[in-house]
């Protein structure tokens, strides 16, 4: 599966911007998608999940995030989105697609890796 984000870019404390990640090569549909980001000097923190339960979809989302990030999929255009809303500095970072099968919110559950988007947020 390749990756592909986009929608990255500068935004003003408070604003919103959302985020693509169209899949080549495989469906998504029974994939695992998740979104992390990170900063220079750390390791990539998880931020939104959707989970493929083998039923249904759920999410999970880095507590920071709660109320203000919000990630969907369109299986038929085989992407995923993260919406982000109230955005604040520290949301600064570079995010990063992948997918994967597995039931855990951390970088070694995900096979499948974008080249991630920069996100700035100005204060």
């Known amino acids: 599966v390749q990756l592909v984000e986009s929608g990255g870019g500068l935004v003003q404390t408070g604003g919103s911007l959302e985020l693509s990640c169209v899949a080549f090569g495989n469906s998504i549909s029974h994939y695992d998608m998740a979104w992390f980001r990170q900063t220079p000097g750390t390791g990539r923190e998880f931020v939104a999940a959707h989970f493929w339960s083998g039923s249904s979809y759920y999410t999970n989302y880095l507590q920071s995030g709660e109320g203000r990030f919000t990630i969907s999929r369109d299986n038929a255009k085989n992407t995923v989105y993260l919406q982000m809303d109230n955005m604040k500095p520290e949301d600064t970072a570079v995010y990063y697609c992948?997918?994967?099968?597995?039931?855990?919110?951390?970088?070694?559950?995900?096979?499948?890796w974008g080249r991630g988007t920069q996100v700035t947020v100005s204060s």
């Open positions: 992948a997918a994967g099968r597995t039931t855990l919110s951390r970088e070694d559950g995900f096979e499948f």
